[in-house]
């Protein structure tokens, strides 16, 4: 069935390092996929996307990386900040579908220790 | 500007009243969503307009009622909701429920049951 996971509940990384956020998903029809950053009290935002036919794609410090052989995504943000801290979820959308149906992850919270 | 703005961003109700919990965008979005959270959990689909018609409807019981007067505005009708109906309640909008369209979260609406 479809699912999408992330490895570690909590990551605790020093400023100024680099952070790497994984997440595996076990539907091998998925087509695209999604990172959203939700910091304590706001609603879930856009990071970066990646379609299927990419294996990596980056932004403004962030990168993402699609294995499809292992069905593995990750996030890697580069010279983490305290502005960093929040939770991050990947996410999914169902298939090849045109429903806008978005599967998350169960999130991994990210902690910048100054 | 992608901005969504839920009201209110606090709400407490007692298991007979009714409410309505209200969302709105000017992105010229077609797809509307509403989501619901728990602490510590992934945001959980519950509803999906497009065009302004219900496209998805993921179980959610009655007391749950969703309306879209317009392409700009979704609302959430509340009505003899339980304890265990607390939660944040997240609305989202995208350009259309096609593939690769990113959906914008607006802050949320923090609902308590009493």
């Known amino acids: 069935g479809e699912s999408v996971g992330l490895h570690l509940p909590t990551l605790s990384v020093q400023e100024g390092d680099n952070s790497i956020i994984n997440c595996a998903y076990s539907?091998?029809?998925?087509?695209?996929f999604i990172w959203y950053k939700q910091e304590s009290g706001k609603g879930p935002q856009f990071i970066i996307d990646?379609?299927?036919?990419?294996d990596k794609r980056q932004g403004q410090r962030v990168t993402v990386l699609l294995n499809k052989t292992v069905k593995h995504l990750s996030l890697q943000i580069a010279a983490t900040q305290p502005g960093d801290s929040a939770v991050y979820f990947c996410a999914e959308i169902s298939g090849s579908s045109n429903t806008g149906k978005l599967i998350f992850g169960q999130g991994t919270t990210l902690q910048v220790k100054p | 500007d992608t901005e969504v703005t839920q009201t209110p961003k606090h709400l407490v109700m007692g298991m007979t009243n009714k409410k309505s919990l209200k969302c709105e965008q000017h992105m010229g979005h077609r797809a509307m969503y509403w989501y619901k959270q728990k602490a510590k959990k992934p945001p959980e689909l519950m509803f999906v307009y497009s065009y302004e018609k219900l496209s998805i409807n993921e179980s959610v019981p009655s007391r749950f009622s969703p309306e879209c007067p317009n392409s700009s505005l979704l609302n959430l009708h509340l009505h003899a909701l339980q304890p265990e109906d607390s939660a944040l309640y997240l609305c989202?909008?995208?350009?259309?429920?096609?593939?690769?369209?990113?959906?914008?979260f607006g802050a949320g609406t923090r609902l308590s049951v009493l």
């Open positions: 539907n091998s029809a998925s087509d695209y």
């Open positions: 989202a909008s995208s350009r259309t429920t096609g593939l690769k369209n990113i959906q914008y």
């Open positions: 990646i379609r299927s036919n990419m």
